[in-house]
């Protein structure tokens, strides 16, 4: 008595269809999880970074650190404020100037990021003076790097704004 089930070759040129089909399937699957791991853009660290320092007198004057991608890296900033500080006491640590988080800043060739740095919110003439800020992105504070300030500064409660894709958005307004 002759089975119901097609015939032995019939069965192998299904099975052989299948396995085309599969490993097909899985090739399209892999290339598409590797392309989308390729574009994955990663959180900076201070060390990707390249940092300029700049003196502006809007708002009673103020520093405006501008950070830019290494050349190959890709990376963002969340909009927070950077870690910094002026000296190893804590009252030199910086503020945040800003209540809310700002929006993401992806950086990468000549794309900057920019946040304003207030070195005295107070009115008299309390403070220290300092020649550099050290400064690193939140949450890789193990890696500041010290950066020469344009000039000598005083500094007594220092505010700082959050990373800003645009360097107006960048002023610290303290109350």
């Excluded at 990707?48 to 890296?73: E, M, P, R």
């Amino acid at each position: 008595m002759r089975s119901r089930f097609a015939a032995p070759s019939a069965r192998l040129a299904l099975a052989a269809v299948a396995a085309v089909a599969v490993t097909a399937t899985a090739t399209a699957t892999a290339t598409a999880t590797a392309d989308s791991r390729s574009t994955t853009v990663r959180a900076c660290v201070t060390k990707d970074l390249t940092y300029k320092v700049s003196l502006k007198t809007q708002a009673g004057g103020y520093f405006l650190v501008t950070a830019k991608a290494k050349s190959g890296v890709t990376c963002y900033l969340e909009g927070v404020f950077p870690s910094a500080s002026f000296g190893s006491s804590a009252d030199t640590e910086v503020a945040p100037a800003e209540d809310a988080v700002s929006e993401r800043v992806t950086l990468s060739g000549s794309t900057a990021a920019y946040a304003g740095i207030d070195p005295k919110t107070t009115n008299d003439d309390n403070g220290r003076q300092f020649d550099f800020l050290h400064l690193s992105i939140a949450g890789d504070e193990t890696n500041a790097v010290s950066l020469a300030l344009p000039e000598t500064v005083t500094v007594d409660r220092p505010i700082a704004t959050n990373w800003h894709s645009d360097p107006a958005d960048a002023v610290p307004f303290s109350d």
